[in-house]
């Protein structure tokens, strides 16, 4: 006779569930060219902000060099009204010049001073 012997069989199940969009609205190939577009974006607004770093610069250096040269000139001009007076000065000493010359030629030297 036969003997059966009862096995037990442990039923089990493996349930797994997976989750993806079927439709994204393209967000997953709009994501990267967004960045793209803002890197873009960044370097332009770096490279005008650098031009007009680079433009006030040059101003301001023109603008200095135009005053030197402008203080330069102003200091020459009330160089030669001293010479000047002190020529006419010597002139009118000896009466080669009168005293409203003299005036005149200190008026100069005034001026010059005032516009240094």
Do not use: C, I
């Amino acid at each position: 006779m036969f003997s059966r012997s009862r096995h037990a069989w442990n039923q089990g199940s493996v349930v797994a569930a997976v989750t993806a969009p079927v439709y994204d609205g393209g967000l997953a190939a709009a994501q990267p060219q967004q960045g793209k577009e803002l890197t873009t974006q960044s370097r332009l607004v770096l490279d005008m902000v650098r031009n007009q770093a680079r433009t006030a610069a040059t101003a301001a250096w023109v603008s200095n060099e135009g005053a030197k040269a402008a203080v330069s000139a102003a200091e020459s001009e009330v160089r030669a009204a001293g010479v000047a007076l002190a020529g006419v000065q010597r002139e009118g000493g000896g009466g080669q010049r009168t005293t409203v010359d003299v005036l005149n030629a200190q008026q100069d030297l005034v001026s010059a001073k005032a516009r240094r």
